[in-house]
């Protein structure tokens, strides 16, 4: 039997047709397109079963694929590894030209590298392209040609470059879409990919506040975030559009998603940060590592009501609102002296935004031991982010509804913990 020539596109943390710029470039090119996506085995493996992440792409894909339908073409559906997947494809049909969005993560970029390889090796033309980010890998550096370190510079360069080029260019994919391969691909139930259904889901963001971020987005009670984080991450909201509208509407707003890049191109240049303190020189810090303790901070029961009402909002949901992140944060690695790693990894497992560059970068910053992170003399003192924040303890009574009865004492005096901390911390730095 002959093999249909057909081009590929392979969705991956980009799971829209609108404006998705390596889609566009597949529909403008020779030959009709098929759009793959691939529950990778590799990454679900590790995954529980009824991980609300897996839900939420499968949710995304059936979104896509509703689409794709009414003009008569579907997502092609692929679970394995990712490797031997695209040595499947290869006898299945005669691919002409694969089209990716880039991905930054090291585990990405390894994988990337080798599909890559395959591809050409079978004489097939390999295009990816940049639209996770506005600006990414070396675009933003500094006048001798390093990466930035230290935020404010990165922004302010990222904001003259941005500004220069009048706007990030958007791309409508809408005109093109009789490119799309005509076929039903069967599209699986979420049981024969190996997942269950969730209680938890993400929910859809909302802009409707951003005019007063600056105002209430520290107050976790009042719901003033966009609720964006996992779809940034999965890429059912296009960056470009948004910072498009952000530039527009909210200046603090745009700083925001300006934080997510600066983590993303650090994470780039540094993959060590991964599992290494960005600055070495804090290797030293001596960490207690206690796992009663580390216990009674995931499951949000230290005694600190806006510590345990940020860990129960957590466990709950797959969100924090991000005030109480740092708040939790510190209390880990400072009052506990857990090491960040711990943290991260809890995040990680729980978060449906989890974001290498952003979780990494965040912990490292609560911990001191990242770039232009907290210094490690801050520790802060939850009850008074607590006044500051939550003065009405609003937030602490939605997720800890036995506040009123009388609620725990501190795990750790406040004073004791802070000043161990500081010793620990001064004896563990090397100068
Ligand atoms: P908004 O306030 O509406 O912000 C809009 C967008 O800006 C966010 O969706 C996000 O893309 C970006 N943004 C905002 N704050 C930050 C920040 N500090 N760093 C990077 N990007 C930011 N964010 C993640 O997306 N994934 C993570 O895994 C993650 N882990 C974190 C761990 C810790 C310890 C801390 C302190 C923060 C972490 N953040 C992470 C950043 C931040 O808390 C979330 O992006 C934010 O709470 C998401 O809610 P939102 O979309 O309503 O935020």
């Not at 994919?173 to 691909?185: I, Q, S």
């Not at 966009?226 to 509407?249: C, D, Q």
């Not at 965040?362 to 003065?391: E, H, L, M, S």
Request: charged share 25%; with cysteine.
């Amino acid at each position: 039997m002959t093999k249909q020539k057909a081009n590929f596109f392979w969705f991956r943390r980009d799971l829209r047709l609108d404006d998705n710029i390596g889609l566009f470039h597949a529909l403008q090119s020779d030959f009709l397109v098929i759009p793959l996506f691939i529950f990778d085995e590799d990454i679900l493996e590790n995954l529980p079963k009824n991980d609300p992440r897996v839900n939420f792409i499968y949710d995304s894909l059936q979104e896509i694929n509703k689409q794709l339908l009414e003009i008569n073409s579907s997502v092609l559906i692929k679970k394995g590894k990712s490797f031997e997947i695209w040595k499947s494809l290869l006898t299945e049909f005669d691919i002409q030209e694969v089209f990716f969005n880039k991905d930054y993560e090291p585990f990405a970029i390894k994988r990337d590298l080798a599909i890559f390889s395959l591809l050409q090796e079978n004489n097939i033309k390999v295009s990816s392209f940049k639209d996770h980010v506005i600006f990414e890998e070396k675009e933003i550096v500094k006048s001798d040609g390093l990466p930035y370190t230290v935020y404010t510079p990165y922004k302010n360069k990222w904001l003259e470059k941005y500004h220069l080029s009048g706007q990030a260019a958007e791309y409508d994919t809408k005109p093109l879409w009789a490119n799309f391969y005509k076929n039903h691909f069967q599209f699986p139930e979420l049981l024969e990919i190996g997942f269950d259904r969730s209680a938890i889901k993400v929910v859809p963001h909302n802009l409707s506040q951003i005019s007063n971020y600056k105002e209430i987005r520290d107050f976790p009670a009042l719901d003033g975030t966009s609720y964006l984080s996992p779809h940034l991450r999965f890429g059912t909201v296009s960056i470009r559009k948004l910072v498009n509208w952000a530039n527009r509407k909210n200046q603090t707003f745009l700083s925001e998603l300006i934080w997510r890049e600066f983590f993303i191109q650090i994470l780039f240049s540094f993959p060590k940060v991964v599992h290494q303190n960005f600055k070495s020189n804090y290797d030293g810090i001596q960490w207690r590592n206690n796992e009663a303790d580390f216990e009674r901070w995931c499951s949000g029961t230290t005694g600190y009501p806006m510590v345990d009402a940020g860990m129960r909002q957590l466990n709950e949901t797959g969100y924090m609102h991000n005030r109480v992140r740092m708040v939790v944060a510190s209390f880990l690695c400072k009052h506990l002296l857990i090491n960040w790693q711990w943290g991260e990894a809890y995040f990680a497992e729980k978060l449906l935004d989890f974001e290498l560059a952003s979780n990494v970068g965040n912990w490292q910053w609560a911990a001191g031991t990242g770039c232009d992170a907290a210094p490690y003399f801050r520790v802060f003192n939850p009850d008074i982010q607590q006044k500051k924040f939550d003065k009405d303890g609003i937030y602490i009574r939605k997720w800890i509804p036995e506040f009123d009865l009388g609620y725990n004492e501190p795990m750790v005096d406040h004073a004791f913990a802070r000043d161990r901390a500081i010793t620990t911390y001064k004896a563990g730095i090397l100068k």
